[in-house]
């Protein structure tokens, strides 16, 4: 019987696979890269960062995380559909959801909302296809505030595949992951 609830109970015990660590001054361009980014969020530059940020071939997407029990870990869930989740974008679609936002009819942006994106826990390696691509993975904290009252804090990680084009650093793909189980937001309308 104890096994039983040690097994059910059991954390991942599995050790990370250790890769190769970035060179410090490739790790480096990799936080800034990412520190900047996050300002030309918050500063509302949209417009800039799709066009100088982001590769024509981005994935950009937030998949729903399923809450389950330990002991049902790797049993199917009956209905489930793997792919949902709050966004899943391309080039195209983030550049029609820029395009929107620019219009000042976006409700939910006007009086303009007080956003602020904090980063943290940054890491990155090589991928693993030896393309030259890192994989970054950063913990985020968004900070959210509308008019008078209305506020919100949204916790979680992202992982960014990122690529050199003419010298600098672009993503081709992020997949964020929110720490809340149902989006508590009204909305959730600003990139990360």
């Known amino acids: 019987m104890s096994a039983v609830i040690a097994k059910v109970n059991a954390v991942n015990s599995e050790p990370p696979v250790e890769r190769e660590q970035l060179p410090a001054e490739v790790m480096y361009e990799v936080e800034r ?21 982001l590769t024509e071939d981005i994935h950009y997407s937030m998949p729903v995380e ?47 909302n007080a956003i602020r994106r904090f980063l943290t826990n940054i890491d990155a390696e090589y ?25 919100n804090i949204t916790y979680g990680n992202k992982v960014d595949r990122l690529r050199k084009v003419d010298g600098k650093w672009r993503c081709c793909q992020r997949t964020i992951h929110m720490d809340q189980r149902v989006i508590l937001d009204k909305n959730v309308y600003f990139f990360l």
């Open 127 to 151: 991928a693993e296809d030896g393309s030259g691509e890192v994989i970054a993975y950063s913990n985020f904290m968004v900070y959210r505030n509308r008019r008078q009252r209305d506020q």
């Open 33 to 53: 890269h990412l520190i900047r980014e996050a300002r030309l969020l918050d500063e509302e530059r949209l417009r800039y960062w799709y066009e100088n940020y």
């Open 66 to 112: 399923v809450s389950r029990y330990r002991r049902e870990k790797g049993t199917p869930l009956p209905g489930s559909n793997p792919g949902a989740g709050a966004f899943n974008d391309n080039y195209e679609f983030l550049g029609m959801r820029i395009t929107r936002l620019e219009t000042g009819l976006v409700w939910m942006e006007d009086p303009r």
